[in-house]
């Protein structure tokens, strides 16, 4: 009789393999630590997964999408040029601030900054607080491998920032930053409150106490006083 497997199963392994990445790295990490990490055998983790490029691939689907729907059990193993190319896939199609894409269409006028910034920051922080340890497992793989680098840094992280600069020169247009900042600093500063805020802050040794609610309204209040207050000379 074929071995049982339930999509509880593959969520709890997906969600450890995570955990193993995020501490390890994709090149370091053995199934065997998965399976240890899962609490399973290793042949029941073969039961459900062929190898470690599915667990990769599956580990970036899953802040975004049920994994389970429409899986053929064991999950198969991609090669190394599908497994980089599908994770692009899917981090291109949703790695993406709807919010900043819409200012960015509609330009930006006077009144409208604080409240396309305070959107702004609030989708980014769901974004970043929503895949944080996702993030975690590829950043850590990414600083070993440098397709997964290349991946991580320029393809995602770089492709978000260079919007968020387009942004704040919009921004400038309307009225400059201060010296020294540049559009580029100032986005800079956007995406790294706002990632320490929604995913840094729970890896603080000593975090503050507060919940993603409240650290969400922090990070927009940082951001909007600092940004729009100064762009509409309030």
Known sequence: ?????????????????????????FAATQMLDVAAAAG?????????IEGKGALLLL?????FADITQGRDLPVPTPDRADLIARLDKTLTEHVRVDALERALSAGVER???DPQLRAIVGEL??????????????????REAPDLGELFYRRVRLRLLDQLVDYCHQIDGIRPLPDPVTPELAA??????????????HRD?????????????VATALVAGSLAARSTGQ
């Open 59 to 63: 580990c970036a689907e899953r802040p």
């Open 125 to 142: 922080f769901d974004l970043i607080a929503t895949t944080r340890v996702a993030a975690d497992a590829m950043e850590r793989s990414a």
């Open 1 to 25: 009789m074929p071995p049982r497997r339930t999509p509880e199963r593959l969520l709890a392994i997906v969600d450890a393999a995570t955990a193993v990445f995020a501490q390890t790295g």
């Open 205 to 217: 040794p000593a975090p503050p106490d507060l919940d993603d609610a409240h650290a969400r309204e």
């Open 111 to 113: 009144g409208a900054i």
């Open 188 to 201: 800079r500063f956007v995406l790294e409150t706002v990632t320490w805020w929604a995913r840094h802050r």
């Open 40 to 48: 399973v055998s290793v042949g029941t983790l073969y039961n459900y």
